[in-house]
């Protein structure tokens, strides 16, 4: 079967949508689509043009060698409130604050998140392991050594910090554990490098608790 040029450039863009964050090499697409390795490069010169061209929401960039589909830099304001924002974001309020709690007072048990919260965290929890966020991180030394919980690299990733010392200082708090403001700070405050996200990054995370 003949391909187009809007074909092969339309299976490109495809490829490199599935591809994620990792991405393909011009070699690679070209084994795929068997075609000349120089005119698969000459296709993804045309269709970097032509997204510029068309104003489009997406550009290919090439990385390490690699070619991917990933954001504008200059949309990346209006990602962050979609990632960061507790009323945008795919976590609900009650786990968002189970995060919040987990990340400040880790490693902690869920009796323990259960105690602050005043309500129960199980499917909170269940959320948070499910989107790996949180993570078990030992066994407390307690009747039933219940799991301790803390934050995962991909907390680390997903919120831009290079390690837990990042979060916002709460050592200004009065008193005790304030959870809206501990909640309130650690999603709000958070901004983190304003980088390109790739369409993988912005299809994780999207079911709700």
Do not use: W
């Amino acid at each position: 079967m003949t391909l187009s040029f809007p074909q092969m450039k339309s299976i490109i863009e495809g490829l490199l949508f599935a591809s994620g964050d990792e991405g393909l090499d011009a070699k690679q697409l070209a084994e795929v689509l068997e075609l000349d390795l120089h005119l698969v490069k000459d296709l993804l010169k045309d269709m970097k043009t032509e997204f510029k061209r068309k104003g489009r929401g997406i550009q290919i960039q090439e990385v390490a060698g690699a070619y991917q589909l990933t954001t504008l830099a200059e949309h990346a304001p209006y990602f962050e409130k979609l990632a960061y924002s507790p009323s945008r974001s795919s976590l609900s309020q009650a786990a968002l604050e189970t995060l919040s709690i987990v990340a400040y007072k880790q490693p902690i048990t869920r009796v323990e998140i259960e105690e602050i919260r005043g309500v129960k965290c199980d499917r909170a929890l269940a959320t948070l392991t499910g989107k790996d966020l949180i993570t078990e991180v030992g066994r407390a030394d307690a009747v039933g050594r219940p799991i301790l919980y803390g934050t995962s690299k991909q907390f680390l990733e997903y919120f831009g910090l290079s390690s837990i010392q990042e979060l916002p200082d709460s050592t200004s708090f009065q008193g005790s554990f304030d959870l809206e403001q501990e909640t309130r700070m650690l999603f709000d405050r958070l901004g983190g490098d304003q980088k390109q996200i790739t369409l993988e990054d912005l299809n994780k995370g999207t079911d709700s608790e």
